[in-house]
C-alpha cells in the first residue's frame, strides 16, 4: 500500500507522531528485531531545539480514562548533541527520517533549518509550532501571521520538505493552515496535544509540574477528526493526521476526513508495534471501503 507523500516514496500511510517512540530506547529493548519490524512507514523524530534541555520538572504524567496529560517540556540534547549522538543512530533505520524541530524565536529555527539542510541522512522537516508546554513555542502556532512569517524565513533555507506542526489551541486554525501553506509550507500535520490540567487530589495543587499539559489519546480523537477536517477543506497540500488513533478504522477516519497520511501516537506507549497493527488493519479496510 505504498503512498507518496511530498515526493517521498512510504510503504503504507502510518507514522508515528513526534515524541511519542524513541526508536534509540525501542532498539536497546528489541535488538535488531526493530529493523525487521519497525512499526512505521517513516520515522518522526522528538523535538531538537538549539541548546540542550533538561524539560519541565516532575510529574509529566497525568493518566487520564481516555489518555493522557504530558508536561515533558522537550527535554533533548540540542542540535549539537543530536547530530553527534543520535542522527548515525536514527540514519540506520529502514525508514525515511523527518526530524522535528522547534525555535524559542524565528532566527533558532532558521539555525536547526540550515543545520539540517545539509543533512543527507534527514528526508523531511517538521516544524513544531505547536507545544503546549513552554510558552513561546504556542505563539507562533497560534497566530496566523507569525505562522508566516516563520515559514517565510525558513522557506529558503531548504529544499527538503518542510511540514508544519499545528497546534488545536488556537482560535481559527484552519487560517493558521492556509497562512503556512501560503509561506511554503509543503504539508501539514495535526493536532498536537490540546491543552490541559490536573489537580493533586489530596493537595489540590496542579498536579504536573509544568501546571498544565497537554492532552492527547482516545479523549482528543474526535478534536482531531473535527480539525483535519475543516483544515482539509482550506488547503491544497497534504496533511498528516493524528490525535487518539488506535485502530484502523480511526486511521480510516481521518483519511476520509481528509488526511493523506496518519500518525500513531500515545497508542504507541501501551504497545510499542501499535504502528504495525494500525497500518495492517487500515491497509485491509482500505482494500473493502472507498476513502
Ligand atoms: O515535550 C513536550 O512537552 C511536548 C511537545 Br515538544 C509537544 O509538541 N507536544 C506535547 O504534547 N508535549
New binding site residues.
Partial sequence: MSVGFCGIELAHPVING??TFDAIAAHRAFGDELFERFPFAAFVS??VTLQERQ??PPP?LWELPGGLI??????NKGLDGYLEHDLGFLATLPVPLIV?V?GFSREEVAQLVEAFAERPEVSALEL?V?????ET?LVMGADPDETARLVDRVRPLTDKPLIV?LTPNATDVPAVARAAEHAGADALSLI??VKGMALDPKTGAPWLG?TT??V?GAAVRAVALAQVHAVAQAVEIPIVGMGGVQTGQDALDLMRAGAALVAVGTESFRDPAAGSRVASELVELLANTAV
Avoid: E, F, Y
Fill in positions: 513526534s515524541g522528538k523535538t524539560g519541565n509529566r504530558n508536561s515533558i517540556g522537550l527535554p522535528n522547534m513544531n505547536s507545544c503546549p508546554n513552554v513555542g506542526k498536537n496535544t509544568g499539559g497537554g492527547s
